[in-house]
């Protein structure tokens, strides 16, 4: 952890590549997620529901695969177009889990979860829109220096386990 964090110190854009890449990665599997939803779904949801989830399914899935190539083919559209696309991608995710949820309430189908998710996609998406900086700047720095303690604490705790085992296995030794 010392050291991801050392690299995202050193190395911002070459760390923010592989995250925005992982994102894209995750919009794809949300993306068939929801299809599978849908699918599973099919004879209890209406089809105006659930053509609205596969839209959403369709468009993260072409969303991931747009951020993935784009991280990785030019890394320096990251700060500019990447996070608009993925602000695109959260502002659709919140719209849809909203027409979803209504649909559940309305239906009497518990959503746990949902309601969270919908207000983070729409947090995160007003975040990016109005900030766009915001992901390579602020959340980077922090990110890196929570990483960084992390991995200092780990090693300082595993230390004083190390120095307290061995006085008890002297303790023990003795009796």
């Known amino acids: 952890m010392i050291f991801i964090g ?3 110190i ?6 923010l ?3 925005i890449s992982a994102f894209g990665v995750y919009l794809i599997i949300d993306g068939i997620r929801t299809l599978m939803t849908a699918y599973r779904l099919r004879d209890i949801f209406g089809r105006s529901i659930r053509g609205i989830s596969m839209g959403k399914a369709l468009l993260n899935m072409v969303l991931g695969l747009l951020v993935i190539i784009i991280a990785v083919a030019s890394p320096s559209l990251i700060p500019t177009v990447l996070v608009y696309i993925i602000a695109i991608a959260f502002l659709v995710t919140g719209l849809v889990d909203t027409a979803d949820l209504m649909f559940l309430s309305r239906s009497g189908v518990p959503a746990p979860g949902l309601g969270l998710e919908t207000i ?5 998406s007003l975040i990016l829109f109005l900030f766009p ?5 602020v959340v980077m ?4 220096a929570i990483l ?3 991995g200092a604490m780990m090693i300082y705790g595993a230390v004083s386990a190390a120095v307290y085992s061995r006085r008890l296995k002297k303790q023990i030794d003795l009796k």
């Open 6 to 8: 050392l690299y995202m």
């Open 120 to 124: 983070l996609s729409f947090v995160f």
């Open 17 to 19: 590549t592989v995250v």
């Open 141 to 144: 720095t922090l990110f890196a």
């Open 133 to 137: 900086n915001f992901l390579t700047g």
């Open 10 to 15: 050193i190395r911002p854009d070459g760390f």
């Open 148 to 150: 960084f303690a992390s």
